[in-house]
């Protein structure tokens, strides 16, 4: 026997519509952000972050294909274009060499450091700033639930 859909009540239509707006439109305001001031697209600049707080900042690929919630191949363009811009070059897993490492350069070290206080400015206004610490943590918690849901937490 198949059962009904459970259908979403007008309420939970409106909860729905008015998240998945904030889900499309914060990373669309932050792209147009790191766009403008540092050329550098939303992943780019992530990627750059991660590294920027790897030890030794450098990782490999695959590591920063999580990260970034990107497929391997996917990371593999964007180190390319990064690479092209002296942010990062590329080494072998010096512990196993099946793998590819990405290092942050001083040039792209420096770029991500020039890049952040305008970031994290933006992140203010655009969700801290608008938000009491209370609502806050309930964010945080909602966001690890749904996340963890997901399967993406441990």
Known sequence: MTQAPRWLDEDELRTWRTFMLMALELPTALERQLHDDAQLSFVEYYVLAGLSEAPKRRMRLSE??????????????????????????????????????????????????????????????????????????????????????IGNLE
Do not use: C, Q, W
Request: hydrophobic share 35%; no cysteine; charged share 30%.
């Open 64 to 149: 920063l294909a999580v990260l970034t919630n990107s497929e391997l191949s996917r990371m593999s363009h964007l180190i390319n274009r990064l690479e092209k811009r002296g942010f990062v070059h590329r080494e072998p897993d010096p512990e196993d060499g099946r793998y590819t490492h990405a290092v942050l350069t001083e040039a792209g070290y420096a770029h991500v450091l020039e890049s952040a206080p305008g970031h994290v400015e933006r992140v203010r206004e655009l969700v801290f700033d608008v938000l009491t610490p209370a609502e806050l943590r309930s964010l945080r918690r909602i966001s690890e639930k749904i996340t963890k849901g």
